[in-house]
């Protein structure tokens, strides 16, 4: 079966960087989308970042725009998530997502596949 394991998640002062990897298994991915979410405590899930494995094209929400980076690894069949400039605003549980139904909305959150998270937690 599909699964998303993420990792890479820790903590870390305000600017500096983690990166969180996703690794995915189970099946082919080149027809997917992933993408990443993150929930801060008390706060809906939000998105982050999507890519689409076939092309690598990228989408990133307005919060993360040129501080996020995603990517993605065809060998490792693994998605990546640099993130750099860290706020403590960015304290969330980071999610890895997959979905089939194309590239339309990627910020939607009905994703197919779900990971079961890895914290991050960022300090002033």
């Known amino acids: 079966q599909v699964q998303l394991v993420e990792s890479g998640g820790g903590l870390v002062q305000a600017g500096g960087s983690l990166r969180l990897s996703c690794a995915a298994s189970?099946?082919?991915?080149?027809?997917?989308?992933m993408g990443w979410f993150r929930q801060a405590p008390g706060k809906e899930r939000e998105f982050v970042a999507a890519i689409r494995w076939s092309d690598a094209t990228t989408y990133y929400a307005d919060s993360v725009k040129g501080r996020f980076t995603i990517s993605r690894d065809n060998a490792k069949n693994t998605v990546y998530l640099q993130m750099n400039s860290l706020k403590p605003e960015d304290t969330a549980v980071y999610y890895c997502?997959?979905?089939?139904?194309?590239?339309?909305?990627?910020?939607?959150?009905?994703?197919?596949?779900w990971g079961q998270g890895t914290q991050v937690t960022v300090s002033s």
């Open positions: 189970g099946r082919s991915f080149s027809s997917y989308v």
């Open positions: 997502a997959a979905r089939s139904r194309g590239w339309v909305s990627p910020q939607n959150p009905k994703y197919d596949y």
